[in-house]
């Protein structure tokens, strides 16, 4: 017969495994769920635009890329009719889109508190405050969730306020929640925090 001893080692081992599947589980239909969210945004705009991914060059979102994701994507959709842009050329419309997501709110709030310290463009940005002018920046979109960050980038040069408040209406519709925080940077500045702005001077920014 098999010790107490042993029995409870078998007992702790089986339990701990359990709650390590059950962790994956909660984590896998999390992350699940965002994908669902960006196959139905796809989706939607077939009509309009081929998504391209292969290839492609993503944005330098600053160390975004080098915070502690479990799920990132990343795509382009391009438009499939030709436009005339803010230079008087006939363009196919470029929409760059990233996310990235988090095992949890903790690992989100990290990955924002060491992205701000150096952000698009090599910048510190301060939660909150709004930035009136931003060298070199590209219009940009950020929705940020519980444990996601959703983003979507443009050229200056395919800029519009009507289109660019467009693209905010569909970010916040497919990926977006009342509790998003969202981050709007136009065309060399301004940076503004537009919705659920945070304290600036909340002590988790600090940690």
């Known amino acids: 017969m098999r010790s107490t001893k042993s029995i409870n080692n078998l007992l702790v081992k089986s339990f701990t495994l359990v709650l390590f599947l059950l962790f ?3 984590m896998h239909a999390q992350h699940q769920e965002l994908k669902q ?20 060059t993503e944005p330098d979102y ?3 890329d080098n915070t502690n994701f479990d799920f990132h994507d990343f795509f382009i959709l391009k438009a499939k009719e030709k436009t005339v842009n803010n230079i008087g050329n006939k363009s196919k419309l470029k929409l760059d889109y990233s996310f990235y997501a988090y095992e949890n709110e903790e690992e989100k709030m990290y990955a924002l508190r060491y992205w701000f310290k150096n952000f698009i463009g090599d910048n510190r940005i301060t939660p ?8 070199g920046a590209e219009p940009t979109i950020i929705v940020i969730n519980k444990t996601d960050i959703c983003v979507v980038q443009m050229s200056c040069k395919d800029y519009s306020l009507e289109f660019f408040r467009e693209l905010r209406k569909e970010m916040l519709t497919f990926f977006g929640n009342p509790e998003s925080m969202i981050i709007e940077l136009d065309c060399e500045g301004p940076l503004d925090w537009t919705k659920n702005a945070p304290d600036p001077k909340d002590p ?4």
């Open 24 to 26: 994956q589980f909660n």
């Open 37 to 56: 969210k960006i196959s139905a945004f796809v989706d939607a705009k077939a009509g309009d635009y081929d998504k391209k991914y292969l290839n492609e």
């Open 62 to 64: 600053g160390e975004l």
């Open 128 to 135: 909150g405050r709004t930035m009136r002018s931003y060298k």
């Open 204 to 207: 988790i920014w600090r940690k």
